[in-house]
């Protein structure tokens, strides 16, 4: 029951749920994620900390970058469903779709300082 409320926890703020629907893009570093979220660089890692202690996202280090990706091989059977769910609920939603939109266009080079 514990992981259950842990993820439950996760997937229940708007900035975590976008994070996770971007994430669907593909795979971003924190100064995307902050830029398309407009928040701080703290605050999207507080989420991403969040996400990640649920088993909802893992990371990679990509030279200077952490790069962070959807959990979807996860065998974790709480986990493995919510990916569907949240694809399935939030697919249309305008904000979604414009934070999609950003977040397959962002260029890291562009606007991260190493």
Do not use: W
């Not at 259950?4 to 900035?15: F, H, P, W």
């Not at 830029?35 to 202690?53: M, N």
């Amino acid at each position: 029951m514990d992981k259950l409320l842990k993820i439950y926890k996760a997937l229940s703020d708007k900035n975590r749920l976008r994070i996770l629907k971007m994430l669907e893009v593909r795979p971003m570093c924190v100064c995307e994620l902050t830029r398309v979220l407009g928040i701080t660089q703290s605050s999207t890692s507080e989420h991403l900390k969040f996400l990640k202690d649920a088993g909802l996202i893992k990371d990679k280090k990509n030279g200077y970058f952490v790069d962070y990706y959807l959990a979807r091989d996860t065998k974790d059977r709480v986990v493995k469903p919510q990916f569907k769910v949240i694809a399935a609920v939030l697919k249309d939603k305008p904000a979604i779709l414009k934070d999609s939109k950003k977040a397959a266009v962002i260029n890291r080079n562009k606007i991260c300082k190493p």
